[in-house]
């Protein structure tokens, strides 16, 4: 390799890696695919931090509101019950 020095980071790959290659037609690989494991990961998230998420609520996070369960965590959603579609941005 040309690098003098590399890098390998190690990710679950339903939290990091949702390819967008064919259109939502398809059976994988689709915007559709990748938007709904966004959303899976944004409940976890939002349930890690002590907030109640419904399977069947899409709830997504702008990365300008948190990058992760303890950005969450210190947002204050613990206790809060998402029982509508939500979009959580500044």
Known sequence: PAANHAIVVEVDPADAFAPVKNANEAETDTPRIAQAMMVALHRRWLRDAGAEAPNDVPVEIS??????AEDCRRRGVAGTKFDE???LHE
């Open 85 to 87: 579609p939500t979009y």
């Open 63 to 68: 990365p300008l509101w948190a990058l992760d």
